[in-house]
């Protein structure tokens, strides 16, 4: 049974002014909901502005498109980007583009001309979106590292590689920004990165197509870092319809505290391939997602790049034909901690378990039609109800209903899906979700 806090030794008042305070505290707008920080480094740098047609109010330097205030930046600077549609394209190093980014500047939207633009940007009310209206890439990174921060980079295409985000040998870090509705003739249609680095955080992939991976791919020991997204209705024919990473062992691509949903991957890995290199998959819930091989995570590897993955505490949920949640080909050495795997064909399917092991510890399944195949080392399963909020609403915290409540093992991951503290309780509830703590008046803090 979960414990509950009572402070009712405190005196009435001192529980009023604490419940009060603690109430008053929660109910705080989150800033970085509402707009994006600005970096107290690069704000103090010099600063570009864009604005359509060239009219940057009194802001000066003023550029009509991005690609010309890039031009004109030095390494450093930052280039305020006010609401509006930019179109203007270009050609460099052979590909047309709405940008080219060589240098390490900062690119922000969410600005008004209309207030000079003044900080905080505004990006949700203030929408700043590149399109390349299907006639080139929207952003091509190339051997730089820029910062690109509060854009819509939609409408990318024409392609092989990269309809919306292509980067080479770059270190880019992309934050807070819309991928949406771009397409690649081959692979990454929302974003594609090649070797360098990227950094993917607090964004939205949606909606992007090719013929392998969808939503992103990285490839060629890119040093990935791809937190806090949500990486949804992305559609590749043939594989990989929300994240595919691929190659070759060099670096560990780390995956944590995203959603995503409802991404289909032709015949392989609806939600996340890890093929011929590593993975590290932590908190992120995998739901919806549709392959006709490893719906929600699909593992392969060979002799000379094996996979070596690790998933903890990640919350993988079946769709319509979901045949498995995790499927696992040759040459892959998988350890699976504190997962929930609900509604598939197989839980977790060792194909190969003759060349591939998998250990599975503190795993609950529920409705699924067998959990796992054989030449699997399943310890410590729990057999029950996930106990999810609205999953219909794509909600899948817990409740106090969940089998997975204090029924993991402890870990050095010490923050769950939502950012709150990881173990609240006995030991770690199982999935992404730590059911957390909850004031009720008159002073009385426990779980919901």
Known sequence: MKRRTALAHLAPAARLLLALSLFWLLALPSQAAQAIP????????????????????????????VQAAVDAAA??????????????????????????????????????????FAEPPRPDSRRTIL???????????????PTIEGLVITGGGGYYSGGGIYSLNGSAIIRNCDIVDNVADGDGGGVFVNRGSMQVLDSRVVDNQA???????????ANATITGNRIAGNVAQNSGGGIDIDCCGGSTPYVARNL??????????????????????????????????????????????????????????????AADGIWVGESVTAALTNNIIDGFGTGINNTSPFVSTVSARNTLFHANGSSTSGGIDSLWEIHGSPGFLAP??????????SAGLDQGQVTKISEDFDGQRRLIGAAPDLGADELGWTVYLPGVLRRP
Do not use: F
């Not at 013929?211 to 020991?221: D, F, M, T």
């Not at 919806?288 to 094996?306: C, K």
């Not at 909600?395 to 209903?401: K, L, P, S, V």
């Open 38 to 65: 600005p970096d107290p480094a690069s704000v103090s740098a010099p600063v570009r502005y864009v604005a359509p047609g060239g009219a940057c109010g009194g802001a000066t330097p003023c550029h009509a498109t």
């Open 211 to 221: 013929n392998w991976a969808g939503g992103l791919r990285i490839i060629n020991n």
């Open 75 to 116: 390494a450093g600077q930052v280039i305020k980007i006010a609401q509006g549609t930019y179109s203007q394209l270009n050609n460099r190093a052979g590909t047309t583009q709405v940008v080219h980014i060589s240098k390490a500047v900062t690119l922000r939207g969410g600005y008004s001309v209309a207030n000079g």
């Open 131 to 145: 399109d390349a209206r299907s006639e080139g890439r929207v952003v091509v990174i190339d051997g730089a590292g």
């Open 392 to 401: 219909l609403s794509d909600d899948y915290h817990i409740g106090r209903t």
């Open 260 to 321: 995503i949903l409802d991404n289909q991957g032709g015949g392989r890995g609806g939600g996340v391939i890890v093929n011929a290199t590593k993975g590290l998959l932590v908190n992120n819930v995998i739901a919806g997602n549709e392959a006709t091989q490893g719906a929600g995570v699909w593992l392969d590897g060979s002799a000379s790049y094996p996979v070596i993955a690790t998933l903890t505490h990640n919350t993988l949920v079946g769709g319509p034909m």
